[in-house]
């Protein structure tokens, strides 16, 4: 045998010797932690307690950063560590196997998980191609309107105040496309990190994440998204390079550090199922009970934390496969699938029920010839969950901007609720396709029978007061007159006589937050009830 021969045999078993896989290192406890619940503006933003408060939800040992210790232990060892995970207690590391059996082997270490192979975090390009549209005055628009965004744009909702987590394979072009150039302006990115690449930029060449983004993002005379004005969260999570389950952590780090920012809603273009490059991780069909995939279990936690989710269903229902994928499998995250123009549903779109019988999707929108801005800068239609469900990410975001006392829970039912099949669901079209227009009115007080008719204007306003009139045939009569927040509670209220639009009767709007209020008129006849916006 030539030295050549032996050399290279010799250089590959070094290698291999040599080779660090990555693993997920779960600690038993968090003993001895330098933080406290008590003390919770040590690790959680102002803005994160604030949605816990405006839900009830109390600080709990999940919320703790993990025992800093325990990781400059592994480090002891010679072990490279990454991100930590304090909702499941763990941190992502590279070790080689001598170092996993001397981890394992660690009082305050209670298992260790495989994710991935020996893959540095390198950066590469790619490209997708796209194909172009012919412009219009609204691309958007057709799309929009199902859901009823274009009334909820004209009521002043568009995101102001919501903060989005977006999480995707990358968002190539998006500090140079037209479309996004209002978010840089009006410093709308709070945030970006690319956990595949361990990097700050999130421009890594891949584009899914910037197509998705424009759906809900995107502004320009051309295209219109869902919620333009909204601020961002950017994350890359998924590595189209390879199939690991280290993609599912990598979304369990960026959702506790979205939730650690104050982030009110995620939306998730991605799905896992059977596809992963290592057999021994796939899931199979009977696993999508929203309590086992890592990245359903994560959901499931950002869920607890007051967290609206939002997910594609996926794009299964013409293969073996089928059903949805994680996390869209989880009760507490709303699926989007995939349906057409003409009312039909795309024949790719994942049904359900998942495999707990929960009704899945949850509901739909247009996921076939969708309008987006691609990564290369210009309108085109494309097609998949993937682009359903952001659109359904900025209906949630205007109707939070308008409700801002709804829980994540109530958000989430309000939205099944505005389906167009909502009286029928079913396991393709889910709840149908939910609406602005059908959820507000699901939140108003339903009129009593009665002869008062009246009129308020302006309507909407930005002003600090509103006037209204009474029909004729109660012009001189007494009435009483409530201001109703969106959650019920009387912030004003008044017995008046109103004698017309000369004499009208003002309404004081001082101090009151933007939103939805109804205005209720009552007498002996009866009450009548008007939707008023402030913005």
């Known amino acids: 045998m030539s030295r050549l021969i032996l050399f290279v045999l010799f250089f590959c078993l070094v290698v291999q010797t040599i080779a660090q896989d990555r693993y997920m290192v779960f600690f038993r406890d968090k003993a001895n932690s330098e933080f406290s619940i008590s003390q919770p503006n040590d690790f959680l ?3 994160a307690l604030q949605r816990r408060t405006r839900q009830s939800i109390p600080i709990e040992t999940t919320d703790l950063p993990v025992n800093r210790s325990y990781v400059e232990g592994l480090k002891l060892l010679g072990v490279e560590t990454f991100y930590t995970t304090k909702w499941m207690n763990g941190v992502l590391v590279q070790m080689t196997q001598d170092e996993a059996s001397s981890v394992s082997a660690l009082a305050y270490v209670d298992r260790i998980e495989y994710v991935a192979p020996n893959a540095p975090l390198l950066n590469i390009t790619s490209e997708n191609s796209e194909g172009p549209v012919t412009p219009q005055e609204d691309l958007a628009f057709p799309q929009n309107q199902l859901l009823g965004i274009p009334d909820m744009h004209r009521e002043g909702f568009k995101g102001e105040n919501i903060l989005i987590g977006v999480f995707d394979d990358g968002f190539q072009n998006l500090s140079s496309i037209f479309y996004f150039n209002h978010l840089f302006t009006n410093n709308r990115i709070v945030n970006t990190f690319d956990f595949v690449r361990n990097r700050e930029s999130v421009e890594n060449g891949f584009n899914h994440g910037t197509r998705a983004l424009s759906l809900i993002a995107a502004l320009g005379p051309d295209f219109t998204g ?95 496969w089928r059903i949805v994928t994680a996390p869209a499998d989880s009760e507490q995250v709303l699926a989007v699938g995939a349906a057409l123009f003409n009312g039909e549903l795309a024949s790719f779109s994942s049904d359900g029920p998942n495999a707990s019988g929960f009704t899945k999707p949850d509901v739909v929108a247009i996921g076939f010839s969708t309008s987006l801005i691609g990564g290369n800068g210009s309108p085109t239609l494309q097609g998949g969950t993937s682009f359903s469900a952001p659109q359904v990410t900025g209906l949630a975001a205007g109707l939070w901007q308008a409700f801002p006392n709804l829980t994540q829970i109530e958000l989430l039912d309000l939205i099944r609720r505005s389906g167009d099949r909502a009286s029928n669901p079913d396991n ?14 699901l939140l108003s007080i339903n009129n009593v029978d009665s002869e008062i008719q009246f009129s308020l204007f302006p309507n909407p306003t930005s002003n600090n007061e509103v006037y209204l009139s009474v029909n004729e045939e109660n012009i001189s009569n007494l009435v009483d007159i409530q201001l109703i927040s969106s959650l019920g509670e009387v912030v004003y209220k008044a017995t008046s006589r109103v004698f017309g639009a000369r004499n009208s009767v003002r309404v004081p709007l001082n101090n009151l937050p933007s939103g939805i209020y ?4 009552s007498n002996s006849s009866g009450s009548r009830t008007q939707r008023l916006i402030k913005y």
């Open 45 to 47: 933003s102002d803005r």
């Open 226 to 320: 869902t919620a333009p004005n909204a601020s961002f969260i950017l994350a890359v999570t998924e590595d189209d390079r390879s199939e690991y389950r280290i993609e599912e952590y990598n979304w369990l780090f960026a959702a506790e550090k979205a939730d650690s920012l104050g982030v009110d809603i995620i939306s998730t273009s991605l799905g896992y199922s059977n596809f992963f490059n290592d057999l021994q991780m796939n899931y199979s069909p009977e696993q999508m009970n929203g309590d086992i995939a890592v990245i359903s279990r994560a959901s499931n936690l950002a869920a607890s934390k007051g967290i609206m989710l939002v997910t594609s269903a996926g794009n299964n229902g013409s293969l073996r």
């Open 428 to 441: 393709e079209f889910g709840y149908g396709f939910p609406n602005w227009v059908r959820a507000v009115e």
């Open 518 to 521: 109804l205005v209720r008129l």
